[in-house]
């Protein structure tokens, strides 16, 4: 049996690891992220509570094979606060969701984050009680 020189042994490494880099895209399907712009609420939206309103974004920019199209909105308020899911379980590529607003705090320091499979944060806007 043949012993291989250690720079054989680099050599037999060294093609190995290139041609193994160069399969990779062959196995993974390409997929597309997408991070919707959200175009309402937006900075000076007063939303009341217990009212509905419309979340929507910007669906011009969606690519053909998105990751994960079924969408989630949750709320935030600034600092270390639960989020609250506002809405789930929707079409992201609708452009559109209604969503009723929560019993929370007033504050003029809320957001809306809206998933894809990305997530995009609103502006900073107002809920008022
Ligand atoms: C949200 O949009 C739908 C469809 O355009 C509309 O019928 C509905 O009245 C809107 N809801 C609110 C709260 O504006
Ligand atoms: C979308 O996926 C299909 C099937 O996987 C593929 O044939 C097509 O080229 C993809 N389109 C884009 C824009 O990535």
């Known amino acids: 049996m043949k012993n291989f020189t250690f720079t054989q042994l680099v050599l037999f490494a060294l093609v190995w690891m290139f041609s193994s880099a160069n399969a990779l895209p062959t196995i993974q399907q390409p997929r597309d992220v997408f991070k919707p712009e959200v175009f309402s609420p937006h900075a000076g939206t007063v939303w009341f509570v217990g009212q509905h309103y419309n979340v929507t974004w910007d669906t011009s920019k969606a690519p ?9 909105i949750l709320l935030r308020k600034a600092g270390p606060m639960t989020p609250l ?3 789930d379980g929707f079409s992201i590529l609708l452009g559109k969701t209604e969503v009723l607003v929560p019993l929370v705090l007033d504050s003029d320091d809320y957001q809306v984050n809206l998933f894809g499979d990305s997530g995009d ?5 107002t809920i008022q009680g």
């Open 121 to 125: 944060f609103s502006d900073f806007f």
């Open 85 to 87: 899911i506002l809405a």
């Open 64 to 72: 053909v094979n998105i990751t994960n199209k079924i969408g989630k």
